[in-house]
């Protein structure tokens, strides 16, 4: 944390976060994520072992954000880890993502999987959601929704919710009202009791259910051609509730299966 970003470095930084501002306006809103060159791969998921950090504002906050990211590759944890699965800590290499934050704080997030995690049935889309932003979902810290939505009679036009079940959605992850200075090491994002009314219902429609359904078959059938394999997909998504879309975060290879 005491070194210093390299001055190009900091200038293809700060260069890339222009072109942002020039699309989304001055005031955007970054995710600022972690991307480890041995994440999920075939003997290891790397998921949560480095950090990400998001509503993120302005030059300093973004250029903190990224060496925060940098240094989130030699924690305890992060070392521990891979010592334990025989990983070379100088060897695994670490990008850093930065995106348009979607505003999901207001409307809501999750996982998805282009098969059933616990069985390994191929024949469902399996979804997680809850209100706010995502990362409650990911780290499986609160009960979310859930929905199955059955590949083949959807592929045949008969686009049907298999199941859901309504979770309890305990709390909810929202941006912090007041920014902190980056350099105080403060979050920029809290965990707030869902209201009862939200708790009570689930956090997408039906409709949103199946279009995030059809996003997996898609992802799923592109990857497997791709790769010339059947390849199930692990992704995430969000909803931006002030522009009132769905977004597709992130797909990689599902690795328990």
């Known amino acids: 944390m005491k070194g210093e970003i390299p001055e190009d470095l900091k200038e293809e930084i700060l260069k890339g976060f222009k072109e942002l501002k020039k699309e989304y306006g001055d005031d ?3 995710a600022v994520r972690s991307s480890a060159t041995a994440e999920d791969s075939p003997t290891a ?3 949560g ?3 990400t950090y998001l509503n993120i504002k302005g030059e300093d906050n973004l250029l903190w954000a990224y060496k925060m990211c940098l240094a989130s590759n030699f924690t305890d944890r992060s070392i521990s880890y891979k010592y334990t699965h025989g990983f070379n800590p100088l060897k695994v290499y670490l990008s850093v993502v930065i995106m348009k934050m979607v505003r999901s704080d207001k409307g809501s997030s999750g996982v998805m999987f282009s098969i059933d995690t616990e ?3 191929r024949d469902v889309v399996f979804i997680n959601a809850a209100w706010g932003l995502g990362e409650n979902v990911v780290q499986g810290t609160i009960n979310p929704d859930a929905f199955y939505v059955h590949k083949p009679t959807f592929k045949k036009g008969k686009k049907a919710v ?7 959605k305990e709390q909810m992850m929202v941006f912090s009202e007041k920014l ?3 350099n105080l090491a403060e979050q920029f994002t809290k965990n707030i009791k869902t209201p009862i009314e939200k708790r009570m219902k689930f956090s997408i429609t039906d409709d949103e259910v199946l279009k995030l359904a059809d996003w997996a ?6 990857y497997s051609q791709v790769r010339g394999k059947y390849t199930p997909m692990d992704m995430e998504w969000a909803k931006d509730a002030i522009e ?6 992130q797909a990689r290879p599902e690795t328990v299966h």
């Open 162 to 168: 298999l199941k859901r079940k309504l979770g309890s």
């Open 244 to 249: 009132g879309e769905l977004f597709m975060d």
């Open 217 to 222: 078959m898609k992802i799923e059938e592109h």
């Open 45 to 47: 998921s790397f998921a």
């Open 119 to 121: 069985t390994g049935f």
């Open 28 to 30: 955007v809103s970054l």
């Open 49 to 51: 072992q480095n950090e």
């Open 180 to 182: 902190q200075k980056a």
